[in-house]
C-alpha cells in the first residue's frame, strides 16, 4: 500500500521538476527524495517518469498516479491545518513575483500579512518579465496576463488597462498624432519583452502599430516620469497616469485606438499541492487585493 509521504515526494519532483528543488522544499537529502522516487516506482512495477540530464516528462502511469497523488497530499494537508491552534503557526517561505505597476499599491497588504503571519517570510521578486512559476521557483505571480502554463490558474483581481498619453509640452512641439499610422512620426517610450529586447509595437485592437522607441525600459514608472517630462509618447497602465492626467501633466492621445483593455491576474499552482504558508497568502491576497487595486485604479 503507498504512503502518503511517498505520494508527497512524487507529486514536489513532478511540481519543481527537479529532484534537487523537491528534496529543498520537503528539507529532504536530495538522496532520500531520489530512493523514495525508485521504491515507488519499484513497489508498483511501472515507469513514472522519463528523465534525462536535462528534462523531466510524466509516463502514461505516471500521469494517472499524479491525480490521485494530488488528491491525497490535498486530503493530508487540510487535515495537517485543520488542527493547527493559531494562525501564526504558519512558517516557511512564500516566493512571491509581482509586476512593478502593482507592487507599490500592494505594499499595505503584504505588510499586513507580514504582520499577521510573523513567522513566513515572503520573497518577493518584482518585475515586469514574465516568470515560469517552476523554473523561477516561484509560488505566486501577480501579474497583467492572462497566459498561463499548464496545471496554473489565474483568479482574475481587478480589471486594468492601458492608455497612450504625452505631455502638453511634447504635443505642442511634435503635434498630436491623430492616427496609428502618424505614431511612425513620433517619438514613443517603449517596454522591453520577455528576452529584455526593445519592443517596437504596440497592441490596437486584433492588429499591431510599429513604433519608433525613444526610450525603452522595463520600468513603468521611470516611463511616466519620462512621459511627463516631455520625451515622448507612452502607452502605459492606466492607475500610473490617471492622477498625471487630472492635474493637467499628461494628455491622452488617440483614446478611440490605443486604450487596451486587461486585467490583473494572480497566478498560483492549480492544486492545492502547496505548503499552508503559501495557501494562506494565496486567500489574503484574493480576499484583499482586490479592493485595493481597483481603489487605486479609480483614484479614489
Not at 509618447?233 to 494628455?251: K, T
Request: hydrophobic residues 45%; aromatic residues 2%; contains cysteine.
Amino acid at each position: 500500500m503507498l504512503d502518503t509521504e511517498e505520494l508527497l515526494v512524487f507529486s514536489r519532483i513532478v511540481a519543481t521538476q527537479s529532484l534537487a528543488r523537491a528534496a529543498v522544499e520537503l528539507r529532504l537529502p536530495r538522496a532520500t527524495v531520489s530512493r523514495r522516487l525508485s521504491g515507488l516506482e519499484a513497489k508498483l512495477g511501472v515507469r513514472l517518469l522519463r528523465r534525462t540530464t536535462r528534462s523531466m516528462a510524466l509516463t502514461d502511469a505516471g500521469r494517472e498516479l499524479l491525480r490521485h497523488a494530488h488528491a491525497v497530499v490535498d486530503a493530508a494537508l487540510a487535515a495537517e491545518a485543520s488542527v493547527r491552534r493559531r494562525e501564526d503557526d504558519l512558517r516557511g517561505n512564500v516566493r512571491v513575483s509581482i509586476g512593478r505597476a502593482s507592487a507599490a499599491g500592494l505594499s499595505d497588504v503584504l505588510a499586513d500579512f507580514i504582520v499577521a503571519h510573523p513567522s513566513v517570510r515572503l520573497l518577493v521578486h518584482v518585475s515586469d518579465r514574465s516568470v515560469d512559476l517552476q523554473r523561477d521557483d516561484i509560488d505566486v505571480a501577480i501579474r497583467a496576463s492572462s497566459k498561463i502554463a499548464p496545471g496554473l490558474v489565474a483568479r482574475q483581481l481587478t480589471p486594468a488597462h492601458l492608455v497612450a498619453v504625452a505631455a502638453p509640452s511634447y504635443l505642442t512641439r511634435h503635434g498630436t498624432p491623430t492616427s496609428l499610422e502618424a505614431l511612425k512620426e513620433h517619438r514613443c517610450l517603449l517596454g522591453l519583452d520577455e528576452r529584455m529586447k526593445p519592443r517596437t509595437h504596440w497592441p490596437a485592437g486584433k492588429r499591431k502599430v510599429t513604433v519608433r522607441g525613444a526610450v525603452h525600459s522595463d520600468d513603468p514608472h521611470l516611463l511616466t516620469q519620462l512621459c511627463v517630462r516631455g520625451l515622448g509618447i507612452a502607452l502605459l497602465p492606466s492607475r500610473l497616469v490617471d492622477e498625471h492626467i487630472r492635474r493637467g501633466d499628461l494628455v491622452v492621445v488617440l483614446a478611440d485606438r490605443l486604450r487596451v483593455e486587461g486585467a490583473i491576474f494572480l497566478v498560483y499552482p492549480e492544486r492545492a499541492l502547496m505548503p499552508p504558508q503559501i495557501r494562506a497568502f494565496v486567500d489574503w491576497i484574493r480576499a484583499r487585493a482586490p479592493a485595493v487595486l481597483r481603489t487605486r485604479a479609480e483614484g479614489t
